[in-house]
């Protein structure tokens, strides 16, 4: 099966190594890919603010042209690797599906620019292809750099199973883990898999943004974990990148991995690391490559 | 005692009890309500459930920022059926909503809050009651007005542009962390743009009608939906 890949305007800057990890990552599993012609932001969270029928018009607009470039294919699924779109773009199909008056005038309204909505398409997110189409064990086989000895922290994020789970349980999810197990490393349990990490707030109102980024990074610390995985640009951005701003503010050391699940993934799988974007990173990954090559973790 | 010296010495409070039982807030008469609010924030996406609201307070319990509110979710709920117009578009509340989905995956009621956040925040909007000065708002309306003419969000400018609008000194203290993500390649200064922006512009504007805000008061719709 082939995917229409919808990247959505982070994973082309801020999310740049998202982008480089998970084309990477599909390449190597063998997964067929083309990229949206001519797509356009989702929205985010920020054109639900301002108007309502925009919003919900910008993102139809995406799903009709996937389903007009792939009108040839048997099913169109569109793989929405950042949160905020994946939600967005299933927001959009629901709130459509069960208001037929709004339907109407937002089918009439893409008529007029040339596309038909068909409301077809389905929405994924990378990490149900991975675990529901490719599966554990096909993974598992083709791992050539095993995670062993790493305690793998999961973040999920609000939005990859909120307010929408079609893949996974939205209070304790666990398909993430399930592939870093099948890559062989060690998963911590912990509670704070979606909790908010401060989202667009790091930006604004910082006050607010940084202590609930301290409140995960510390807890990752605390369940002794020696990376933290991401699935949302916003997430990684803000875990990451922050880190040096937290233990100014909170007088800590939250110092810790921050990555895509992508790049991690990818590391397994032995693809090169320049490919997966690691040089991106606001700080190598030491503790991670350290453990890969068998050594102690540097800091703990 | 008669009656009216029993009532004062009840009140008769001293300063230390005064300032925790005094009612600061100023109160106010039914008149000055607004009613017909409420069915608005109501009628919009997935406000339907609004009226079905048990003051349990889960939602507040869910939201991990609800402590720097100055109504938690619940009180927000519960000030939005009663008409508060006012209090509620001009509070820190809706600005401070991550849209992180706590509240409405908690919610026993099935109210869609996250989705209510965003109606108070168009209606904060379109009233002009936001916050001038606050970098949510204009982050949003910035946000938005890129993407209308460009179709896409250029992450640079857009964050350069808020902090020139609300707080310059942001900006010279966000400089090393954007001069980081420059040199990794992580931002820049270019506004992306889709191939067809014109034809994206005359499609957003062609629904420019708010039809889901103007809801008739009185639907049959809504009064159902106030049964429940």
């Not at chain 1, 919900?56 to 040839?72: G, H």
């Not at chain 1, 397994?268 to 040089?279: D, M, Q, R, S």
Request: hydrophobic letters at 40%.
């Amino acid at each position: 099966m082939k995917y229409i890949y919808y990247p959505g305007c982070s994973l082309k800057s801020t999310g740049k190594l998202y982008e480089e990890s998970l084309l990477a990552v599909f390449d190597a599993l063998g997964i067929e890919y083309e990229e949206l012609k001519d797509w356009n932001c989702c929205g985010a969270t920020a054109y639900m603010a301002v108007d309502e029928k925009k919003a919900f018009v910008l993102a139809a607009r995406n799903i009709a042209l996937a389903e007009q470039q792939f009108k040839d294919e048997e099913e169109v699924n569109i793989v929405a690797p950042c949160s905020a779109c994946y939600m967005i773009l299933l927001k959009t199909q629901k709130f459509l599906e069960d208001n037929p008056e709004d339907m109407a005038v937002i089918k009439a309204a893409l008529k007029e620019s040339g596309l038909d909505y068909k409301a077809k398409a389905k929405i994924r997110h990378p990490i149900d292809v991975f675990i529901n189409d490719i599966g554990e064990q096909e993974i598992a086989k083709r791992i050539t750099k095993p995670l062993k000895g790493i305690r793998v922290a999961s973040y999920y994020g609000c939005q990859t199973v909120r307010p929408y789970s079609t893949f996974d349980d939205q209070r304790n999810p666990v398909t993430m883990d399930k592939l870093f197990k099948a890559a062989g490393a060690e998963v911590v349990d912990w509670t704070m898999k979606t909790r908010c990490c401060g989202a667009s707030l790091t930006g604004t109102i910082q006050e607010v943004a940084l202590p609930l980024s301290y409140i995960i990074l510390h807890e990752a610390k605390k369940r002794r974990a020696d990376v933290v995985t991401t699935a949302c640009s916003l997430c990684q951005f803000n875990l990451e990148c922050y880190q040096t701003n937290i233990d100014k503010k909170f007088k800590t050391d939250t110092k810790i991995d921050v990555i895509y699940f992508t790049q991690l993934l990818g590391l397994a799988l032995g693809l090169e690391p320049k490919k997966l974007g690691i040089n991106r990173l606001f700080a190598k990954p030491e503790n991670l490559f350290r453990i890969m090559e068998g050594g102690k973790p540097v800091y703990v | 005692m008669d009656k009216k010296s029993v009532f004062a010495e009840s009140f008769a409070l001293d300063n230390a009890a005064k300032d925790i039982v005094e009612i600061r807030r100023r109160i106010k008469y039914e008149s000055e309500l607004d009613k017909s609010f409420r069915d608005k924030i109501a009628k919009s996406a997935h406000g339907e459930k609004l009226y079905g609201c048990i003051q349990c307070g889960t939602c507040s319990a869910a939201c991990p920022v609800s402590h720097y509110m100055d109504y938690t979710p619940r009180k927000i709920i519960q000030m939005v059926r009663e008409g508060f117009k006012e209090e509620v578009l001009t509070s820190s509340t809706v600005w401070l909503c991550a849209s992180c989905y706590a509240c409405t995956v908690e919610c026993p009621k099935g109210i869609k809050i996250t989705d209510v956040m965003y109606a108070l925040k168009r209606e904060s909007i379109l009233g002009n009651y936001y916050p001038k000065k606050s970098p949510a708002s204009i982050l949003a309306n910035n946000f938005f007005n890129q993407v209308l003419n460009n179709g896409r969000n250029s992450e640079g400018p857009l964050l350069v542009k808020m902090y020139l609008k609300t707080n310059p000194f942001m900006l010279f203290k966000n400089m090393a962390l954007g001069f980081k993500l420059w040199i990794r390649g992580r931002i820049s200064l270019k506004t992306e743009r889709i191939k067809d922006k014109k034809a994206l512009k005359k499609l957003l504007q062609s629904v420019e009608d708010k039809s889901i805000y103007k809801a008739e008061v009185n639907s049959p719709a809504l009064k159902e939906a106030s049964a429940v």
